[in-house]
């Protein structure tokens, strides 16, 4: 299991069908770590190791989610993870014909682009934006780098 995964575990995370990832909820008390940290405004990337949360996000650019932009397709090699802090993500499944099946939502609490986290470079899942926000974007090279040397 890669350290993204395992952080998610760790956190109480539940890996959804088609990749994303949500938080399970917290009880009060359920500390992630004595030590207060600054939010980045993504809980997986909060979930992290302090070493690796910096290391993450030296890798990561700003980016503006716009509503409607696609950030991948099914069955197109995914360029970067976004790990939205703001704003959500539908992933979605080609159908018969042109209909699409919604089968994940991700916003603050994951990341879209798991696939890259099990060392898959094509998404069998369509990522499009649907609220507008930000997100820490990180280049697939980068972020199985990264994956590797935790």
Do not use: W
């Not at 939010?39 to 290391?55: M, Y």
């Not at 409607?68 to 979605?92: C, D, I, K, N």
């Not at 926000?133 to 972020?143: I, K, N, V």
């Amino acid at each position: 299991m890669c350290a993204i995964a395992q952080t998610a575990a760790r956190a109480g995370a539940i890996l959804r069908p088609g990749g994303s990832v949500r938080s399970r909820p917290r009880h009060p008390g359920n500390s992630l770590g004595s030590a207060k940290r600054t939010s980045s405004g993504n809980h997986l990337i909060d979930a992290l190791p302090q070493g690796d949360r910096r290391r993450l996000l030296a890798g990561c650019d700003d980016e503006q989610l716009a509503e409607s932009q696609v950030l991948f397709g099914a069955g197109e090699r995914v360029h970067h993870a976004r790990f939205p802090t703001t704003g959500y993500v539908s992933l979605l499944t080609p159908m018969d014909g042109a209909a699409l099946l919604e089968v994940g939502l991700t916003g603050r609490e994951g990341m879209a682009g798991t696939s890259l986290t099990a060392g898959i470079a094509e998404s069998p899942l369509k990522a499009v934006v649907q609220g507008a926000g930000h997100a820490y974007r990180m280049e697939a090279s980068a972020l199985r780098r990264m994956l590797l040397s935790s």
